[in-house]
C-alpha cells in the first residue's frame, strides 16, 4: 500500500512537471545594448534602466540580458531574443549596422530610447544612415531640443495602440530633454505617432538660450514605423545637477507611473505580439 501511494504521488508529479516548467519559460527574450561613457544624464538612465526593466521582466515573464558589447550585433547572437533595446546610442560599424537591418527586416522588434535616434551632420554622430534615420525611425536629423529637462505634459494621438490601452488623454511625463527633427513625421504615411507634446505645456524648457524655450508647434514623442515592430521614444535623458556641481541625478524616466506604464506596454507589444 505504501510502495502504491508513493508511486502514485510520483507519477503526479512527474505530470505536472512539464505545466510547470511552462510556466516559468519566459515569454519572450530582451537584450538591451548601451554605452554609458557620455552624457552623464545617459548613463543616469541606463543605470535606472537596467534596475527597472528585471523588475518588470519577473512580474511579466520576460528575460532581460545586457550588454555593452556592440559587437553582438550578429545573426548568431541576435536570434537568441525577440526585442533590442537600444537604451543610450547606436550602432556605428557597418557590420552591426547591416546585422541589425538584416533582425529588423526579419521581423524582429526594437525599442529605443532619447539619443538613439540622434544624428546630426557635422557631429560626432553624424546622419550617415540613410536606413535607420530616413526609413526605419524616418526623422531623419536632429533639429533642436529644449533646456533645462523638464516634465510636460504629453498626449496620446492613437489612443486604439495595445502600448497607450492603459492610457488618458493627457498625461504628465518625468522630466526629459526633448528633441525635434528636421523630417515632419505626420507627413510619413509609414509613422503612426503614439505620443505627442500636448498645447498646454508650452511654454516649454526653462533656458537660458531662447531657442531651448518652445512656445509652440508639434513635436512628436513617440512613435512606431508601421513597416516594422518597433517603438521610439525621446525619453531617456534625466535631469542632473549641473549648475550646483555634484552631477547628482535629480530626476528619474521612470518617475512618471503612466510613462512607466506606456514603456512597459510598448516592450510587451513588441516582444508579444506579431508584425503588423
Known amino acids: 500500500m505504501l510502495f502504491s501511494l508513493r508511486l502514485l504521488l510520483g507519477l503526479m508529479l512527474l505530470s505536472a512537471l512539464p505545466a510547470w516548467a511552462q510556466a516559468a519559460k519566459p515569454q519572450f527574450r530582451v537584450i538591451a545594448f548601451f554605452t554609458a561613457k557620455n552624457d552623464l544624464a545617459h548613463i543616469s538612465f541606463v543605470r535606472e534602466a537596467n534596475q527597472w526593466f528585471p523588475q518588470m521582466a519577473a512580474r511579466h515573464r520576460f528575460a532581460y540580458d545586457t550588454t555593452s558589447n556592440w559587437n553582438n550585433l550578429n545573426a548568431a547572437f541576435l ?5 533590442v533595446l537600444f537604451l543610450d546610442t547606436r550602432p556605428e560599424t557597418p557590420a552591426q549596422r547591416a546585422a541589425f537591418q538584416q533582425y529588423m527586416e526579419r521581423g524582429g522588434a526594437w525599442l529605443g530610447f532619447h539619443f538613439t535616434a540622434f544624428a546630426l551632420t557635422p557631429s560626432a554622430y553624424a546622419q550617415n544612415w540613410d ?10 536629423e536632429y533639429a533642436g531640443n529644449t ?7 504629453l498626449r496620446v494621438e492613437a489612443p486604439r495602440h495595445p502600448a497607450t ?11 526629459n530633454e526633448w528633441y525635434k527633427w528636421t523630417a515632419d513625421l505626420r507627413r510619413n504615411p509609414d509613422i503612426q ?16 538660450k531662447p531657442h531651448e524655450i518652445w512656445r509652440g508647434g508639434y513635436y512628436p514623442v513617440a512613435w512606431t514605423n508601421k513597416k516594422y515592430r518597433m517603438v521610439y521614444l525621446n525619453m531617456g535623458h534625466n535631469d542632473m ?7 547628482r541625478t535629480l530626476s ?11 514603456i512597459l506596454d510598448a516592450l510587451l507589444w513588441l516582444g508579444r505580439g506579431k508584425k503588423h
Open 79 to 83: 536570434a537568441r531574443y525577440q526585442v
Open 131 to 140: 536606413w535607420y534615420h530616413r526609413q526605419f525611425l524616418g526623422a531623419d
Open 147 to 153: 533646456w533645462q529637462p523638464t516634465a510636460a505634459i
Open 165 to 175: 490601452q492603459h492610457l488618458s488623454t493627457t498625461f504628465t511625463s518625468a522630466p
Open 193 to 208: 505617432i503614439l505620443l505627442a507634446i500636448d498645447s498646454s505645456s508650452f511654454p516649454l524648457g526653462t533656458g537660458p
Open 241 to 247: 545637477d549641473y549648475e550646483g556641481g555634484t552631477n
Open 252 to 262: 528619474a524616466t521612470f518617475g512618471s507611473p503612466p510613462q512607466s506604464q506606456f
